[in-house]
């Protein structure tokens, strides 16, 4: 029996579809859920989740945001969340080295955007991470 | 009278004004086909998580409140986040939507302070010496979430410091091409949708059904959720207001084009009445030169 399982962002829905398992990366510790998971609330942090339908595995990057399981639905609210193949590396890339630039001239940046920036730091490092962990597995 | 060489400057002038408005109403219509979409993909999200805020207050036990759901009892400053465009030419717009905030609050005794979105609507308010604590303008023109975020921040840290006992948010809430309403609302503290008192009865499995697991607590994840949500909260407005000032601009922009049409219509009218006149002169002036000369030489 499959899950029903949602990964809707701020501005679109992600993912949606029945699902074997999913696994999302909880503040306490990566989890896998399950049909029939206990309902649960959860928080999640940066991190990657893992979705399996029948045998085919996708992967989406999530920039925290929250879980709610309730019996046969997996509903994640994500704060920013993409498939890993629609991740566009330049860009990622790109946004990365403007960060660290940034951050570099530490004297010039208001410590409330330093915030800001090591958040965009931390999210393209996870995307250019989660593309060279991804994509090449399933080229190979 | 003016000169037929003033008439014609003055007819080409409107003309050109008029494909200017033309141009920019056909800009603003399809810019109000984009914000409608982004408004509309909002929507997803937001029905979610309100579901998830429902079911928490459903639970049993949700006893401990989080300071952003807490109501308090002496109102002593109100936030008012005012949103507007950054850009003129749209009819009555900017002008509606600070009227009405300004309205509302005119008969309060506490101390109103705004934070704007837009310029338009800082200056409005500068110029009527209303403190302004914080402004965010320019905007992208199609705005995303992470750019509206800060806004929703600043409201929570405003209002958990203490600065501010109840925050609204004023904006131009879209309905349809030619309706535009201006609407103000609260947003902090957040008002939990209560638990309607006969679900337990209606449906006697919900309750139990729906007793979760935390991870980390119950409280984190409010904390979480909340000011998130009222971040989100902004960002539908601004998206909104954004349809709404597109909208507006579409149709001051058609007015003006329909009124210039009129007013070279009616110039031309002249105009040409006048170059009739000088032709009639003309004629006048030969054919009595002609007659002198006839009777000259008989």
Redesign the interface.
Known sequence: MPIHC?I??????VFQGDVDIVVVP???GVMGILPNH??????LQYGIITIRQKNQEEYFTVAGG?V?V??SQV?I?A??AENVDEINIQRAEDARQRAEISLKEAGAVKPEDQA?LQLALKRSTLRIAAVQRFRQRRTR | MASTREMRLRIRSVKNLAQVTRALETVSASKVRRAIQ?ND??R??AE??W??LT??ARQPGHQSMHPLLAERDEVKNILVILISSDRGLAGAYNVNIVREALLHFADQQTPVSYITVGKRGRDMLLRRRRSVVGEFSGLSANP???ESA?IGQLAVDEFLSHRADQVYVAYTEYQNMLRQEPVIRKILPFSVPEPEKNTALAEPQAKS????????G?E??LH??IP?FTA?QI?KAILSALASEHAARMVAMRNATNSAKDLVSLLQLDYNKIRQAGITNEMLDISGGAEALAQASA
């Open positions: 949602e809707v962002s701020q501005d679109r829905i909880g503040v306490e206990s309902p649960l609330l959860s928080t929250v709610e309730t019996g509903t609210l704060n920013a800001a | 982004a993909r909002t997803p999200y979610r998580a579901r998830i079911d928490l995303t979430y992470l800060p059904k729906f007793v979760f697991t935390y991870e980390p119950q984190e994840i979480e959720i998130d989100l960002y």
